[in-house]
């Protein structure tokens, strides 16, 4: 593999132009036009415009990047995550026109693509599941039944959602016929497929995914987990390594849980198995990522392993470098997203241009990143700018330096999350690894910031007038915001 095509743009596509570079390969970007002046476009060693601003004219067209792949005489195309990464269209495309897919056959990728199958390709492998049904079903009646036996409230989900799309909590027997309906036609209108399951609804659950590593040669590993519990309708907004939950005994059983399944789809490439973990530190499988994934830099900080440059290696058919028993635990580490969005706005998106816009560096500081200063912030895709990786050699160590790494990151221009990663960091309950799924909803409300900013700006103000009164100098903020 001496060329490789990376089908993304942003942040992921400059990490994965770095291992590839380092692996001694040629890269090759693609971009849309409103990404001309991205990072990743001059990063790469080549670049092909592929087409208009939106996603559909771009990297979601398929046969253009194909074409693209085979003029420039790339041997690999890697899909990063989003966009195409998950698509076993796509992924069967690659390989026919002789190309490599960097990540696992299209028939994994469709079987863990369907919720339904999914569970039902893992059910011969002993995997705890939450109690349900495995089947689709239509019949209210049937549904009634089912819901009764395993007591409300319970959990319409749709087969072919994902990320909580089409899911309904339904807390009682006279609302389910019409939450059923309801859930039908959305999925119908969503997904084009009106297959839905019910599910007992765990009400208080951690999540908590298991990163996976496969090669072609039989091997199956587990690089632990990740606690992805801080999350806002869906969307992650924070993620560590370890968990703070875990115990050896039940990280070694979840990890064990993670590898069956892969196993049951005859996993290739680095995957993630994703479970809840209930209030009594009960497991259940929920799903299976066949990507890399955005969060995936906490779990490379915690075993030291670059899982980009293992996804290349596995792709050119080398054997995994080690056995389970050589992987060890290190330290901690907590990611922050870093969103171009107003956390006092109700995350609205926030656009513009970034004024100023500084990285925080140091000692365990690291930060995936896809803008630079005087940069557009494009309104046609996922607003995410970065993501801020602080490690410690513990957990307390990893808060203090994303604390102090959040005061250090200067953006003008756009609002983003910066404030609000600040507000998880000082909050009772993550300090204390007390949390669960409804972290956000339970304690964030846009005062909270507000709340946290006076008290702060009075303590600058009484500092700063002790200072002039003393020294008759003025002191001033270089990142206050009005
Ligand atoms: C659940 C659940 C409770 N009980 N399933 C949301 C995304 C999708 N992957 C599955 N999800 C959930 N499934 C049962 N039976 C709660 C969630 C859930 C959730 C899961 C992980 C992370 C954040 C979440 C937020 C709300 C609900």
Known sequence: ???????????????????????????????????????????????????????????LDMDKIIGVAATVGADAIHPGYGFLSENAVFAK??????????????????????????????????????????????????AMEIARDIGFPILIKASAGGGGKGMRVVEKEEDLESQMERAISEAKAAFGDGSVFIEKYVTSPRHIEVQILADTH?????????????QRRHQKVIEEAPSSVLTPELRERMGQAAIHVARSCDYV??????????????????????????????????????????QLEIAMGKALPFAQEDLKLHGHAIELRVYAEDPLDNFFPSTGTLETYR??????????????????????????????????????????????AIGEYLVE??????????????????????????????????????????????????????????????????????
């Open 359 to 404: 990285l925080p560096e140091g000692e365990g500081v690291r930060v995936d990143n896809g803008f630079y200063e005087g940069m557009k912030v494009p309104i046609y895709y996922d607003p995410m700018l970065s993501k801020l990786v602080c490690y410690g050699a513990d957990r307390t160590e990893a808060i203090h330096r994303m604390r102090k």
């Open 413 to 482: 221009g756009v609002r983003t999350t910066l404030p609000f990663g600040r507000f998880v960091m000082d909050h009772e309950a993550f300090i204390s690894g007390q949390f669960d799924t409804h972290f956000v909803s339970q304690y964030y409300q846009p005062g909270s910031l507000e709340k946290a900013r006076k008290e702060k700006s009075e303590l600058a103000a009484v500092l700063a007038l002790h200072h002039y009164l003393k020294t008759r100098e003025k002191l001033s903020l270089p990142n206050s915001q009005p």
């Open 269 to 310: 490439g680095a995957g993630t198995v994703e479970f809840l973990l209930d209030a009594d530190h009960n497991f259940y499988f929920l799903e299976m990522n066949t990507r890399l994934q955005v969060e995936h830099p906490v779990t490379e900080m915690v075993t030291g392993l670059d899982l980009v440059r293992l």
């Open 218 to 230: 039989g091997n199956t590993v587990h690089l632990f987990e990740r606690e992805c519990s801080i």
């Open 1 to 59: 593999m001496k060329k490789v095509l990376i089908a993304n743009r942003g942040e992921i596509a400059v990490r994965i132009i770095e291992s590839a570079r380092q692996m001694g390969m040629v890269t090759v970007a693609v971009y849309s036009v409103a990404d001309r002046e991205a990072p990743h476009v001059q990063l790469a060693d080549e670049a092909v415009e592929i087409g208009g601003p939106d996603s559909a004219s771009s990297y």
């Open 93 to 142: 495309k690659v390989t026919e026109a002789g190309i490599i897919f960097v990540g696992p056959s299209p028939e994994a990728i469709r079987v863990m693509g369907s919720k339904l199958e999914a569970k039902a390709t893992v059910s011969a492998y002993d995997i705890p599941m939450v109690p349900g049904t495995d089947k689709a079903i239509t019949d209210a009646s049937k």
